[in-house]
């Protein structure tokens, strides 16, 4: 396999959107939001700069604590330690909390299957589900510091399971329902995980992901897991080894209704998730327990403006960090009702999110560029006939936004009277770092607008120089934050080097943006060989990694090319092994080789073959060569590295 040559440099990073239009917030929403005014913001925000410590340590004053911190922050470049020596329990504080006034009847969980059931957890109920499985978990011999591996669709048990977990101490590691057996496999290996909860299946578009025969598939090759434990979901038959594998519903008949919450450091491990970097393997990023908290649940309250009146609902499955924390953990920590659904936006029409809304009456809807480019597609014809007048406010998230969906979400959608929130993060962030405050920010279509407080951003080139306005660099963050990645799992040396080392003493987010002269942030996407399909990130390594692991190929490039609707598609250069010729065939075979190594996810749109790849001097792949003719088929650029021309052209006529 290549290695990896990031060739972009910052003269590289240039945006050509000019966008004039600036939407006020709608005086109703300023009147009553939690953060009211620009005023109110940027007197936050100089505050949280100018003594961070006070700041967060009033602001942590949101959480329960069991004992409280003594030291806000400790920071040792690139280890911070927040609210040292406090203790707390994220499931008590999603859960438990609001069992001590109204919100005990209150509805935590508003659940709808794909097929159309509807299930409702109140606090009190979902109290009594997380208790009793975090007692199983104990009787299956889980204990603070175990890892726990979570594959499941779309259904309660799955936060119930996380939340079990935080009660017990446990490391949860949810691995996205659409990886591959293959997938899991590595991430529960990486992990080292005790134990796997599953279901039988879940429901996508009509038809049934077989979850439980992929965790069989992946179990043969996972030493560490003794135990599984088994939601039945779609009732279809499975196999369950004796010994190994459980029901959940026989499980939770005897166990008792209270499990007290374990008192936890604040650092303590509250999960694992995976995300792709540069290179071929997934990051474990891991997230600890108090400052992860804090951030979302502040964020949740702030960003959408969340009120105890609210149907919330944030489309993200659970198996990606949007859903982590603000599907689970920043909306259950501020007692709101978070709405989930198990399937597809176009299940049974193309109407179905709509009809959602109108029926359950979502007042704020938290969504990705990519699904509202496909909602246009469909056609406003399907929103049009629904009444979406609860709606109060919209939000963005996963890759830039263009205005053109950014107007249609807010005129079709929004009717022109939500304020849209068009949230900038990470998995590595936690939280939502750069996002307007909708009673307060005017928002520009496009832009994620300005940093949250205690949010310190900048735009830097690689030497570290910071840019003037509408100058493109590199996104960086300059000063820790409380939901910070504490480390890559496994591999703090890469923690380091790759978030820390890029631009000296500065939090290295991969992303191209520029800061206008009103100091918003237009962040421009990826500056590394990460691609942003339909929302989803993908290493472009890990996928040539799974090309390569295929018996015909000797080499491979990948790199995204824009779409229209997914944002980037995958474009698969691939040269042959001596002997193997190109065909048909094969390119369908090696496209169902990478869905069964990662997942559907991963599917090359276009796989060309190749008699040899564009390669520097020193051996790297030119892949912005390979970028620019996937996009235009022609190439524009710089090519005085390239050690063999005839490559190139080759490319060039193969196209053709
Ligand atoms: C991109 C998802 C522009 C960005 C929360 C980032 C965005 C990557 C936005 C993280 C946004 C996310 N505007 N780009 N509002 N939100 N991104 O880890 O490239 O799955 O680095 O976290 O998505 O993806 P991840």
Same mark, same amino acid.
């Given at each position: ?49 100018? @003594? ?18 003594? /030291? ?21 504080? +999603? ?10 009847? *209150? ?32 009787? %299956? ?23 079990? +977990? ?10 996205? =329902? ?28 009509? @038809? ?5 025969? #992929?965790?069989?598939? #992946? ?25 190994? $594998?459980? &029901? ?5 008949? /005897? ?32 997230? /600890? ?18 009120? $105890?009146?609210?149907?919330?609902? +944030? ?7 949007? =859903? ?8 259950? #920590? ?43 597609? &469909? ?7 629904? $009444?979406?007048? @609860? ?23 929004? *009717? ?7 949230? &900038? ?38 030497? =570290? ?12 963050? /300059? ?92 474009? #698969? ?22 869905? *069964? ?22 051996? *790297? ?22 050690? $063999? ?7 060039? %006529?193969?196209?053709?």
């Amino acid at each position: 396999m290549s290695t990896i040559s990031p060739d972009r440099s910052t003269s590289e990073i240039k945006s050509v959107l000019h966008e004039e239009r600036i939407f006020p917030p709608p005086e109703d929403f300023a009147r009553s939001a939690h953060i009211r005014s620009m005023e109110e913001y940027e007197r936050l925000y100089a505050e949280s700069l100018n @003594s961070p410590e006070t700041f967060w340590a009033r602001m942590a004053e949101k959480l329960h604590w069991f004992t409280r911190w003594h /030291t806000v922050l400790e920071w040792n470049l690139p280890h911070a330690r927040w609210f040292v020596g406090g203790t707390l329990n994220a499931s008590y504080n +999603c859960v438990d909390r609001h069992l001590n006034s109204w919100r005990r009847n *209150k509805a935590a969980i508003i659940w709808e299957g794909e097929p159309g059931e509807v299930r409702t957890l109140t606090y009190q109920q979902l109290y009594r589900e997380v208790c009793r499985f975090a007692n199983v978990l104990k009787r %299956m011999g889980i204990s603070r510091g175990d890892r726990v591996a979570i594959y499941m669709p779309m259904v309660p048990e799955l936060p119930i399971a996380m939340l079990a +977990c935080a009660r017990i101490g446990a490391t949860h590691s949810v691995v996205f =329902g659409g990886f591959s057996a293959e997938a899991l496999r590595d991430r529960i290996n990486d992990a080292r995980c005790k134990l796997v909860v599953t279901a039988d299946g879940g429901w996508r578009r009509g @038809s049934e992901v077989r979850l439980k025969a #992929a965790v069989d598939e #992946a179990l043969q090759q996972t030493p560490s897991v003794e135990r599984c434990i088994v939601v039945r979901r779609t009732g279809s038959p499975v196999r369950m080894e004796p010994g190994r $594998d459980f &029901w959940w519903h026989e499980l939770v008949e /005897t166990v008792d209704d209270h499990c007290p919450p374990e008192e936890l450091d604040s650092e303590h491990p509250l999960y694992i998730l995976y995300t792709s970097g540069t290179t071929g393997k997934p990051k474990g990023i891991l997230h /600890t327990t108090g400052g992860y908290l804090l951030q979302t649940a502040l964020t949740t309250e702030w960003v959408f403006d969340l009120r $105890d009146e609210d149907i919330y609902w +944030c489309t993200a499955d659970i198996g990606w960090v949007t =859903g982590h924390s603000y599907v689970v953990y920043g909306p259950l #920590a501020n007692g709101a009702t978070v709405l989930m659904y198990e399937g597809a936006p176009n299940y049974p029409e193309p109407d179905r999110f709509w009809e959602l809304i109108e029926r359950h009456r979502v007042t704020i809807f938290y969504t990705a560029p990519t699904a509202i480019r496909s909602f246009i597609r &469909w056609g406003e014809q399907w929103p049009l006939k629904h $009444d979406l007048s @609860s709606l109060r406010l919209l939000g963005s998230v996963g890759e830039p936004i263009n205005p053109e969906a950014w107007m249609w979400y807010r005129e079709v959608i929004g *009717k022109g009277r939500c304020p849209i929130v068009d949230t &900038w993060w990470q998995t590595e962030t936690g939280a939502i770092m750069i996002s307007p405050l909708p009673g307060a920010t005017p928002t520009k279509p496009g832009s994620a607008t300005r940093p949250l407080p205690g949010v310190e951003a900048d735009i830097r080139t690689k030497d =570290g120089r910071s840019v003037g306005p509408n100058e493109g660099g590199y996104l960086v963050i /300059t000063r820790p934050w409380p939901s910070m990645m504490r480390t890559i799992w496994g591999d703090d040396e890469r923690y380091r080097k790759q978030y820390w080392s890029e631009i000296e003493g500065v939090y290295f987010t991969g992303d191209g943006a520029r800061r206008d002269e009103d100091g918003y942030y237009w962040v421009m996407g990826r500056v590394d060989d990460v691609i942003n399909v339909s929302g989803h990130r993908l290493g472009t390594a890990e996928v040539e990694s799974a090309l390569v692991s295929h018996e015909a190929v000797a080499e491979a490039a990948v790199v995204g090319r824009p779409d229209e609707i997914k944002g980037s598609a995958i474009v #698969a250069f691939v040269t042959l092994e001596a002997g193997r010729t190109p065909s048909e065939e094969l390119r369908e075979e090696l496209k169902r080789h990478v869905v *069964k190594e990662i997942g559907a996810l991963a599917r090359p749109d276009e796989i060309r073959f190749t008699d040899a790849l564009p390669k520097t001097r020193s051996g *790297k792949i030119m892949r912005r060569l390979l970028r620019e003719l996937a996009a235009s088929g022609v190439v524009r650029g710089d090519t005085t590295t390239l050690e $063999d021309f005839s490559v190139l052209e080759k490319l060039r %006529m193969e196209e053709e």
